[in-house]
């Protein structure tokens, strides 16, 4: 029996500002994927999950093992597995759980087979995957959670990343908490097209936005670099009203917000977003007081997580 995991992701910072070149943060969660694989006798591979998996998810899970198992350099005599998929990350939250899988199968499929795996071949792999599930993904997700380290990145066009190993252990992120708003009702595709549709309609407005995030994720990196908690928890404040002055957080989640920073407290939203519905997803706080925000969780109904177990 094998069995490997893989932390999720969350964007601290440069959401929908990314796509039109501007750079951001992602850092790796501690909400983790589990692949356990014991082989069998079967001559098939079964597959288990926490996950909700349609016909379409497990057809693509097991294209994907087969491009892992072709790109094995030695096989050892159990070829076929029963696979258990387990994740404790809310689903269609923005945490990058398909990435996430991804890593975990990756490095048990080798180690299944007894043999090493470099960081190089996990993030060639597990992009493969990305690319079978999104079409034409960002590569932020798999990057992050295969180096399981914070990653500055930029797309200019092609992803290009760096390590920033030494926020991992801020003190500052011992402060601050997800909230789970719930579910966006559109897809990351269908936000990004909406905020395409608001920078033809106001270029000049729209830019500014983009600007003024740039210049709060150099902000942000600054204040944790020098553990400023006080710069750091503005910044937070200032990019959750530039992103809801893009219209990508919903009425629901803008009151929240507003009780939250009522209450001294910094919240910004963590991924695309989601206007139509209730939920906008993971909203990011920051907050001195646990009690404070357990409080508001609790007001709203919400679960929160802190974002350092």
Request: proline fraction near 5%; charged fraction near 15%; glycine fraction near 6%.
């Given at each position: 029996m094998v069995t490997t995991s893989a932390p999720t992701k969350i964007i601290l910072i440069g959401e929908h500002a990314v796509v039109y070149g501007k750079p951001g943060i992602a850092?790796?969660?501690?909400?983790?994927?589990?692949?356990?694989?014991?082989?069998?006798?079967?001559?098939q591979m079964r597959m288990y999950s926490n996950i909700a998996l349609t016909e379409k998810d497990r057809t693509t899970l097991q294209s994907f093992i087969q491009i892992i198992q072709d790109a094995l350099p030695k096989k050892?005599?159990?070829?076929?597995?029963?696979?258990?998929i387990h994740?404790?990350?809310?689903?269609?939250?923005?945490?990058?759980?398909?990435?996430s899988v991804a890593v975990a199968l990756t490095k048990a499929l080798y180690a299944a087979h007894n043999t090493t795996i470099h960081e190089s071949t996990i993030l060639a792999l597990a992009l493969k995957l990305e690319q079978i599930t999104h079409g034409t993904p960002s590569g932020i997700d798999h990057t992050t959670i295969t180096c399981n380290t914070p990653i500055l990145f930029q797309k200019t066009p092609d992803l290009r990343w760096t390590p920033l190993p030494?926020?991992?252990?801020?003190?500052?992120?011992?402060?601050?908490?997800?909230?789970?708003?719930?579910?966006?009702?559109?897809?990351?595709?269908?936000?990004?097209?909406?905020?395409?549709?608001?920078?033809?309609?106001?270029?000049?407005?729209?830019?500014?936005?983009?600007?003024?995030?740039?210049?709060?994720?150099?902000?942000?990196?600054t204040s944790l670099t020098t553990e400023n908690?006080?710069?750091?928890?503005?910044?937070?404040?200032?990019?959750?009203?530039?992103?809801?002055?893009?219209?990508?957080?919903?009425?629901?989640?803008?009151?929240?917000?507003?009780?939250?920073?009522?209450?001294?407290?910094?919240?910004?939203i963590s991924g695309s977003g989601g206007k139509k519905g209730p939920g906008s997803g993971v909203l990011f706080v920051h907050h001195t007081n646990k009690e404070v925000i357990k409080s508001i969780a609790k007001k709203y109904t919400l679960e929160y997580i802190p974002l350092i177990a």
């Amino acid at each position: 029996m094998v069995t490997t995991s893989a932390p999720t992701k969350i964007i601290l910072i440069g959401e929908h500002a990314v796509v039109y070149g501007k750079p951001g943060i992602a850092l790796p969660v501690n909400l983790l994927t589990s692949v356990t694989m014991v082989p069998n006798t079967l001559q098939q591979m079964r597959m288990y999950s926490n996950i909700a998996l349609t016909e379409k998810d497990r057809t693509t899970l097991q294209s994907f093992i087969q491009i892992i198992q072709d790109a094995l350099p030695k096989k050892s005599t159990a070829h076929f597995f029963d696979i258990t998929i387990h994740t404790t990350a809310p689903q269609k939250m923005g945490f990058g759980t398909s990435a996430s899988v991804a890593v975990a199968l990756t490095k048990a499929l080798y180690a299944a087979h007894n043999t090493t795996i470099h960081e190089s071949t996990i993030l060639a792999l597990a992009l493969k995957l990305e690319q079978i599930t999104h079409g034409t993904p960002s590569g932020i997700d798999h990057t992050t959670i295969t180096c399981n380290t914070p990653i500055l990145f930029q797309k200019t066009p092609d992803l290009r990343w760096t390590p920033l190993p030494k926020l991992l252990d801020n003190a500052i992120f011992n402060q601050c908490f997800l909230l789970l708003t719930g579910c966006s009702e559109e897809s990351t595709k269908e936000m990004v097209a909406q905020v395409r549709a608001q920078y033809e309609k106001a270029a000049a407005d729209t830019q500014a936005i983009f600007d003024a995030i740039e210049h709060q994720t150099t902000a942000i990196q600054t204040s944790l670099t020098t553990e400023n908690e006080s710069d750091f928890h503005a910044c937070i404040n200032t990019v959750g009203m530039l992103l809801e002055d893009l219209h990508v957080v919903s009425p629901k989640v803008m009151a929240i917000s507003q009780d939250i920073r009522k209450n001294h407290g910094a919240c910004k939203i963590s991924g695309s977003g989601g206007k139509k519905g209730p939920g906008s997803g993971v909203l990011f706080v920051h907050h001195t007081n646990k009690e404070v925000i357990k409080s508001i969780a609790k007001k709203y109904t919400l679960e929160y997580i802190p974002l350092i177990a």
